[in-house]
């Protein structure tokens, strides 16, 4: 610490933490870690420092690198998987001071952010331009974070995830020097120059390096939406209907599966009254015309593999009462149980498997006596089990572990991955070894190595 | 070469090449050469090799990395940027013997292809599955020299490129060792799971690895299809005319410009009698009623900028004769000068840039006395000059290459790459560098340099 406070004197972004007086380091600690929602214990660093600019941050790196001293960058803290623990202590690079949204290019459809900029923030100042950021992970994270988690969300099976609709990023590396992924200010819709050092950043996890702006890719916002909920006799069918509405070429925006613990929890929670059976909730972007004929082929499909109760909703208030259901998952599974908290993990798998996977999964889940409500982005083949536990019952803590990892191995026994979006973090490092193999790891560990040769980066996470 | 052909004796590969007289080089060469459509010079490998499974390309890569002899992957020979040249002499590997389809999942929407598959082999196989591969680059590329080169086309602005595209790869390193970037068998529709190496392969035209096998998102054949053309004022009316259709969400499936000059060759080479303007030729893909929709708000949009004469078909044939112009376009580029050979050089703007710089490069043309019709994805603001030059005037051979320094330099002077999808090869390293950055660009290096530290792959090329 002696070594930290030292460091203040150099760089104002240091004394900004620090103070004059170096006693304001509690109150960093406690914002760096307050909103961390996975289940991983709270690992705080030596420090937070507020950066202002890309400048300061390379400043602030090069003093990290010269004193070997761990480099954490922090954006609004909504992963999942502990990627801002500070496993060896060391600095807590928070970004939310670099907020201002840059260089929106409206005919282009391309803007670039600073890392304090959210998708939120982005779209409300999107909102005048006929233009929106789609990529929607549920939290309202920071852009650059997203990117740096290659985050993705309800959307994706119509938009892509961050790793479609980035780019160029800026990026500090380890050593404090300043790269552009792309090359500076350049936003082509598609490069082939070159190693695509772009999306080698996107889901990196703050291990390569700081991203300090990243260039979005915006789409016009759709003339029409409609929403749409239906019930199903069993998870086969909702996969069926998904698979036919895609192969159909219907451009679905959202096809989101609920199993029936979720819709219990979902009409217990906000006194609605949807069949407790698998279901889909499904959001459609267009015309108007158009939204009626995708509505329609969708209908038939669901019909014709047993789907009821097809309610649809066309303007935005019965829109948003479709999908509170849907919304509200996360506060309905924590209701569930009250007092406890929620863990969610995320496998994703080929659309063909979600059946197989999803049964094994409740059955396991009845097995060993856990609460854990299935929702997912099932046009990815990508769900997540919202586990519901008592944090202080070590025995419950154990299984719900050895749970997850049971979940993730299913998973890639079924050619699939150990996430689809939450990423590794610190939670599925070993799992990461075995979706990969070791030749595919000690690749991953080659490059880290030459990026970061002293290991600074985030360290102890995903390798 | 005494070295190589010692080393017959230990692989089947290596004496189907040379035989036990070793005397076919010669054959080798040319049909490794023969196809080679840049205007790069001939530069032979010291043997061909023709491997017929992974096992073999890493016995001969270990030789190869063992004895310090470089390793050009070769598919199909159809790039642009003389990426197969054998700069510095060494082994070339043609795929072609490995030509499987395996491993189709039509309910996944995804199958696997061993790298003597071609795009067109490959949508004649899924002929009755309802299901293709839209990625079209023009030639009848291999699938795996796609991704190896990051290719993308006409479909692009709809489907995406190969970045988009290709869930996993199967690899041989330059040592000889086998890895799988989404590991072995893995195909979800999305992951997050540890660093993208698949997207770090694709695109990294042969310098850091064999790719032996693609692993490839397919679509559902669209219901039906309409094509239309539409002449233009002016450059400027179409590019607006092509951002307002993407605003619009009008899903199109294709948006080509052609510029005047190409389209009176086209006009004289297939006897057709469009007007002499900037011309779209345009597509889309969906049910038969989204498409009267989309063809509907898209003429709206041309008429507002002042296109005219907008003709569509619906059925294959008029479609076909609709498209002619644009399928033939180098042979149309050719058939101006008879007895000159072409070149495609090819760069990508943000849309709003697309005006300048082609209005700024048809005067270049002209003042130079230069042959470039122009035609392009317009919707990913990537165009090609199409330069038909005497490769024996050596004076006009200079000039060609002086004005395709000067296009690309245009392109990165507008926030744009020097190559929206023919990479950079042998032609354009010096131009990466300007469009990356020195720090960028070591970046670039140490990855090569950790994947291959002996510079055995492709060497000479990208970097």
Redesign the interface.
């Known amino acids: 610490m002696a070594k930290l406070f030292l460091l203040c004197r150099v760089i104002p972004a240091f004394r900004s933490v620090c103070g004059e007086d170096g006693v304001s380091l509690g109150a960093a600690v406690r914002e760096q870690h307050g909103r961390d929602e996975s289940v991983h214990r709270c690992r705080p660093p030596d420090v937070v420092v507020w950066p202002r600019s890309v400048e300061e941050v390379s400043a602030l790196a090069k003093i990290c690198h010269h004193h070997h001293l761990p480099i954490i960058p922090f954006g609004t803290g909504t992963g999942l998987e502990g990627g801002v623990g500070a496993l060896k202590g060391g600095v807590c690079f928070s970004l939310r001071n670099m907020d201002r949204v840059l260089d929106l290019?409206q005919?282009?459809?391309?803007v670039s952010v600073e890392p304090g900029v959210t998708r939120k923030g982005l779209n409300s100042y999107l909102r005048d331009t006929?233009l929106w950021f789609p990529v929607d992970p549920g939290a309202d994270a920071s852009l650059c974070g997203m990117a740096a988690?290659?985050?993705?969300g309800t959307n994706?099976v119509r938009y892509?995830?961050m790793?479609?609709n980035v780019l160029n990023l800026e990026v500090v590396?380890a050593d404090g020097?300043?790269?552009?992924?792309?090359?500076?200010?350049?936003?082509?819709?598609?490069?082939?120059?070159?190693?695509?050092?772009t999306?080698?950043f996107?889901?990196?996890e703050g291990t390569?390096g700081v991203i300090t702006k990243t260039t979005l890719r915006l789409?016009?916002v759709?003339?029409a939406m409609v929403s749409a909920v239906c019930t199903f006799p069993s998870v086969q069918a909702a996969v069926d209907s998904t698979?036919q509405v895609?192969?159909?070429?219907v451009?679905i925006a959202r096809i989101e599966f609920l199993d029936d613990v979720m819709i219990d929890a979902c009409n217990s929670f906000n006194s609605l009254a949807y069949p407790v059976a698998p279901t889909l909730f499904l959001e459609f972007?267009?015309?108007e015309?158009?939204l009626e004929?995708q509505v329609t082929?969708t209908e038939e499909i669901t019909q014709a593999n047993g789907g009821s109760d097809f309610s649809w909703a066309r303007d935005a208030e019965t829109r948003g009462r479709l999908w509170k259901a849907r919304h509200d998952a996360w506060y309905a599974a924590l209701a569930l149980r009250p007092g406890c908290k929620a863990y969610s993990t995320d496998v994703?798998?080929?659309?063909?498997?979600l059946p197989q996977i999803i049964v094994e999964t409740k059955e396991d889940l009845m097995l060993n006596g856990l609460t854990g409500p299935i929702a997912g982005h099932v046009g990815?083949?990508?769900f997540h089990c919202i586990m519901v536990m008592d944090p202080n019952d070590q025995d419950e803590v154990i299984r719900v572990h050895e749970f997850t990892e049971r979940l993730a191995r299913r998973?890639?026994a079924l050619?699939?991955?150990?996430?689809?979006?939450?990423?590794?973090g610190l939670g599925?490092r070993a799992l990461?070894r075995e979706?990969?193999?070791p030749?595919?790891?000690e690749?991953?560990q080659?490059?880290?190595?030459?990026?970061d040769p002293k290991n600074l980066m985030n360290p102890g996470k995903?390798?």
Not at 348 to 353: A, I
Not at 415 to 424: A, K, L, N, R, S
């Open positions: 290019h005919e282009d459809f391309d006929g988690t290659s985050a993705s994706a892509g995830t790793r479609e590396l020097s300043i790269i552009h992924t792309a090359g500076r200010g350049r936003r082509p819709r598609k490069t082939s120059a070159g190693y695509n050092l999306n080698l996107v889901g990196s390569l789409y016009g759709p003339e698979v895609l192969q159909t070429g451009p972007h267009g015309t015309k158009s004929e082929v994703c798998v080929p659309l063909s498997r990815d083949g990508n998973a890639l050619d699939g991955t150990c996430t689809g979006e939450h990423g590794v599925k990461l979706e990969m193999g030749l595919a790891i690749v991953m080659g490059l880290k190595a030459t990026l995903v390798l």
